[in-house]
Nanobody
């Protein structure tokens, strides 16, 4: 059983900063890609940022230059530092990881999601 648990969400004013964290636990053999997705009301879930084992990163155009994704392989964690937040960033943010679990093939795992609200 593999679980992803997010933390660090909340309410912040426009222009402020917030740091999301996600920790993976369970019968994990290896974690390949870790990423953050978000879903705003009435919109599809979209990829925000991803980081591959080894440090390569990729960002959505809408957040490039404002968000930074990092990971700690020893702790099976990923972070998303969000700066210069805008009301348009308001959404539920989901942690995702491509994991090879014990007694299982490679598959995607998802956290329950955490609310980020940016007020104007």
């Amino acid at each position: 059983q593999v679980q992803l648990v997010e933390s660090g969400g909340g309410l912040v004013q426009a222009g402020g900063s917030l740091r999301l964290s996600c920790a993976a636990s369970g019968s994990i053999l290896r974690i390949n890609t870790m990423s953050w997705h978000r879903q705003a009301p009435g919109k599809q879930r979209e990829l925000v940022a991803e980081i591959i084992s080894g440090g390569y990163t990729n960002y959505a155009d809408s957040v490039k230059g404002r968000f930074t994704i990092t990971r700690d392989n020893a702790k099976n964690t990923v972070h998303l530092q969000m700066s210069s937040l805008e009301p348009e960033d308001t959404a539920v943010y989901y942690c995702n990881a491509l994991i090879i679990a014990d007694k299982s093939a490679t598959r995607d795992y998802w956290g329950q999601g955490i609310q980020v609200t940016v007020s104007s």
